[in-house]
């Protein structure tokens, strides 16, 4: 080859080798500066290597009140939340035909069944980005940005960067550390609500749905259909918007007159009380999301789904599990309100001796939160005497309530205490 050739090829090889490290530069910069709200939630998904025979999709509701990892626990069902704040029915049809594609690229299992949230209102472009950042660009992901997002927000919900480019002086600690979550995609929540007023429970009580919605079902019940996979949808309880509760009954209405499974848990007894199992208004917390998973898995045990318990794959789940243990546990350290510290120790795994000043059980949240703890066996001392504690600095502090909090398989180990 003569020097001219040879002299090219070089040429050629480092203008490849300087895009190259453009782009990379250009993708790693924009992983840097990108939200991490998505990459969080989905991470765990993306890497996961073994199957998962349920998914459920919608928002927030879901994201706060289905746990696979109780799920697996009690009914051996392997399961991923793919749910996101603010992503309603529409976006769930675009996510779950995303992740479909994404399974069979990675020549893994499609779902056996899909669980989709029927709650549902305009989608916002913000909360659209908390989903969809970490998905790269592909055909359903521009259909979805074509369908749902003003044109002049395209751009930048397919490239990301474009709109984050600017955050380089916002940069905290937390974007160089990822902490993908290791929770399958659910995020307990530790707080204590009383309802709204109005609590819709008639299933007859119900407003006509909006025509693009129940578009969206038929889509998404067309998919799969197509797919072999059993479709499933259900309206987890709330409070707050009764327009929102009497559309949801006018969506299974509808539901049950195409032939698609439907469940409005809004109009069961399902052992949620409205009092203590909310940590707003609208969405469901710690105590409230193992109450629902239970019943799900029920629903999906009587469904025929697979119990994978003594199978190999229990041990990463088991795994899992300790890990979530450990989450739940590190999260009583954060609670600085006695009503969800009383809720969030109403766990499987945990048992505690639980010190309370008698004038504090009037209280009608204090009352529940307490009872329960008393059935589930937990040990329970009123006393008629607020509570005196040395602590370890050497002054008495005097509470109305105190906790001391163990793991229920190992109870000589004390793993928290908490005054308030």
């Known amino acids: 080859m003569s020097k001219r050739g040879i002299s090219g090829i070089k040429k050629g090889l480092s203008v490849l080798c300087v895009l190259a490290m453009v782009a990379g530069g250009l993708h ?32 927030s509701h879901v994201i706060n ?5 109780d799920l697996f626990r009690e009914y051996g069902i392997t399961s991923y939340n793919l749910s996101m704040h603010g992503n309603y029915v529409a976006s769930g049809y675009y996510l779950l035909k995303e992740s479909l594609e994404i399974l069979e690229k990675k020549g893994r299992s499609l779902p056996k069944t899909v669980v989709l949230d029927i709650y549902g209102d305009d989608e916002i472009v913000f909360d659209l980005h908390n989903a969809w950042d970490s998905f790269p660009l592909s055909a359903t992901k521009a259909e979805m940005v074509r369908s749902l997002v003003p044109k002049e927000d395209q751009a930048a919900m397919l490239v990301p960067f474009f709109l984050y480019h600017n955050r380089w002086n916002d940069l905290r600690n937390e974007d160089f550390r990822l902490y993908p979550s290791r929770k399958y995609g659910v995020q307990p929540r530790y707080e204590v609500c009383y309802p709204a007023a109005e609590i819709v429970t008639d299933s007859e009580d119900m407003a006509k749905a909006a025509e693009e919605k129940l578009a969206y079902i038929d889509r998404i019940n067309e998919l799969c259909e197509s797919l072999g996979i059993r479709l499933i949808l259900i309206h987890i309880p ?33 052992g949620l009380d409205f009092d203590i199992d909310f940590y707003d208004q609208g969405h469901l917390n710690a105590a409230g999301m193992r109450i629902l998973t239970r019943e799900l898995g029920r629903l999906l045990a ?7 318990r003594g199978q190999p794959e229990e041990k990463v789940w088991e795994e899992e599990n300790q890990a979530f243990i450990q989450y739940r546990m590190g999260q009583l350290g954060e609670v600085t ?8 120790i109403w766990d499987p795994d945990l048992m505690a001796q639980v010190q309370i000043w008698r004038p504090a059980l009037e209280d009608r949240q204090i009352g529940k939160l307490v009872e329960r703890l008393r059935e589930a066996g937990h040990e329970i001392c009123v006393t008629e005497t607020r509570i005196e504690i040395e602590e370890e600095d050497g002054e008495t502090q005097v509470y109305d309530i105190y906790c001391r909090v163990y793991r229920k398989d190992d109870p000589d180990v004390l793993v928290h205490t908490a005054g308030f």
């Open 65 to 69: 009140g289905v746990s696979p990892l």
């Open 238 to 270: 709330y409070s707050y918007h009764p327009e929102q509760q009497r559309e949801a009954n006018g969506v299974c209405r509808y539901a049950q007159e195409q032939g698609i499974f439907c469940v409005n848990y809004m109009n069961q007894d399902i």
């Open 302 to 308: 009587e469904t025929g789904a697979e119990d994978h």
């Open 28 to 59: 790693f910069g924009s992983r840097l500066v990108m939200n991490k709200a998505s990459r969080e939630q989905y991470e765990q998904f993306f890497k996961a290597e073994q199957d998962f025979d349920v998914l459920f999709l919608g928002s």
């Open 337 to 344: 309100d006695g009503k969800a510290y009383l809720m969030g």
